[in-house]
């Protein structure tokens, strides 16, 4: 099975900071990659997919990129409804894998 | 609008049986793959099952093969899942998902949820 592992477990930015998720897949899966956000309380949220496109309705601060084992998700300038748990996922075959999460709180 | 609509969920004893259901609204739901997906109470997220849209494909994750079934009715706009012999650790909030297309393995509608405890 492939793992993926996400770094780091948390941060917390400033407002209009530049945030960067980093997540590494066991081994490669091309750009079977998909991101997606969690607020507190709230269903996920799918933001990214095929590793940097967006899901239709996400903001455009949101960008992904990455292929093979090494993905990142940015957040260009961090607004107050960014907080949330952010998941990577891996989709190129089952089972399907999600990453640990990261918690992205405002300082 | 698309709606997940899930229920089935309870407290259920160790080694006991539940079976959820998803009745979905909005889109053409024999067009897609569904899944279930769970969150255990404060934890992340854990991909359970997998249906392809005409039940060609299944699939599970390791922790729930041989113990889950999951199925659907696109007559009725319906995904299951039974859970059988139940343990504490599947105790989590279980998410209908719908797939991005068929086969795409890419959840891009969630249900609010069916909560889930095994104990007891």
């Known amino acids: 099975d492939i793992q993926m592992t996400q770094s780091p477990s948390s941060l917390s930015a400033s407002v209009g900071d530049r945030v960067t998720i980093t997540c590494r897949a066991s081994q490669g899966i091309s750009n079977y990659l998909a991101w997606y956000q969690q607020k507190p309380g709230q269903v996920p949220k799918l933001l990214i997919y095929?590793?940097?496109t967006l899901q239709s309705g996400v903001p455009s601060r949101f960008s992904g990129s990455g292929s093979g084992t090494d993905f990142t998700l940015t957040i260009s300038s961090l607004q107050p409804e960014d907080v949330a748990t952010y998941y990577c996922q891996n989709y190129d075959s089952a089972p399907l894998t999600f990453g640990p999460g990261t918690r992205v709180a405002i300082k | 609008e698309v709606q997940l609509v899930e229920s089935g969920g309870g407290l259920i004893q160790p080694g006991g049986s539940l079976r959820l259901s998803c009745v979905a609204s909005?889109?053409?739901?024999?067009?897609?793959?569904m899944n279930w997906v769970r969150q255990a109470p404060g934890k992340g997220l854990e991909w359970v099952s997998y249906i392809s849209r005409r039940s060609s494909n299944i699939y599970y994750a390791d922790s729930v093969k041989g113990r889950f079934t999951i199925s659907r009715d696109n007559a009725k706009n319906s995904l299951f899942l039974q859970m059988n012999s139940l343990r504490d650790e599947d105790t989590a909030v279980y998410y209908c998902?719908?797939?991005?297309?068929?086969?795409?393995?890419?959840?891009?509608?969630w249900g609010q949820g069916t909560l889930v405890t095994v104990s007891s």
């Open positions: 095929a590793a940097s």
């Open positions: 998902a719908k797939d991005r297309g068929d086969n795409a393995y890419l959840f891009d509608y």
């Open positions: 909005g889109f053409t739901f024999g067009s897609y793959s």
